[in-house]
C-alpha cells in the first residue's frame, strides 16, 4: 500500500535539536498532505484505509508550548482528521483499533518502559 500512495517527505527540517525529531511536509500520491510532519513514523491501516501521521505544533517563536497531534488521511474520502490529544513527544507503535493509539513517549520506539497506550478523543476534520 506504501508503493501504490507514493508517500514523500518535502523541505525536511531537524526540530528540537539533539538529531531530532525530523520533519517535513508530507505528499501522498503527489498531493501535500499536511507540513509539520514528523518523517519517520508514518502507519498504514489497510483495513480502514487509512494513513496515520504526526504533526508538529509550535505554538509561536515567543511560546516556547510546542506539542504533537495524530491526525490521519482517509484514502476513501482524501479528508484529513485530527484528535485532539496533545503529546510531548510520540511514537506510534500501531493503531490498536481506530482509536486506541500504542505510542512510546519519546521520538523512537527503542525502550518499552516508554510504552503506554491511549483512546485518540474526538477527530475533527482539518
Same mark, same amino acid.
Given at each position: ?14 526540530? @528540537? ?5 525530523? %520533519?517535513?511536509?508530507?505528499?501522498? $500520491?503527489?498531493?501535500? /498532505?499536511?507540513?509539520?510532519? +514528523? ?33 490521519? @488521511? ?5 479528508? %484529513?482528521?485530527?484528535?485532539?490529544? $496533545?503529546?510531548?513527544? /510520540?511514537?506510534?507503535?500501531? +493503531? ?31
Amino acid at each position: 500500500m506504501n508503493d501504490i500512495l507514493n508517500i514523500k517527505f518535502n523541505n525536511p527540517n531537524q526540530i @528540537l535539536g539533539m538529531g531530532g525529531p525530523w %520533519i517535513g511536509d508530507l505528499s501522498i $500520491q503527489n498531493k501535500q /498532505i499536511s507540513q509539520n510532519v +514528523i518523517i519517520d513514523n508514518i502507519i498504514l491501516d489497510k483495513n480502514l484505509r487509512r494513513v496515520y501521521f504526526i504533526v508538529y505544533k509550535k505554538a509561536s517563536k515567543w511560546v516556547k508550548k510546542n506539542y504533537f497531534l495524530v491526525r490521519y @488521511l482517509d484514502i476513501n474520502t482524501n479528508k %484529513i482528521f485530527e484528535f485532539e490529544n $496533545q503529546f510531548n513527544m /510520540i511514537f506510534i507503535h500501531e +493503531i490498536d483499533t481506530a482509536k486506541k493509539l500504542v505510542y512510546y513517549d519519546a521520538f523512537h520506539g527503542e525502550n518499552i518502559n516508554l510504552k503506554k497506550s491511549v483512546i485518540l478523543k474526538n477527530p475533527s476534520q482539518v
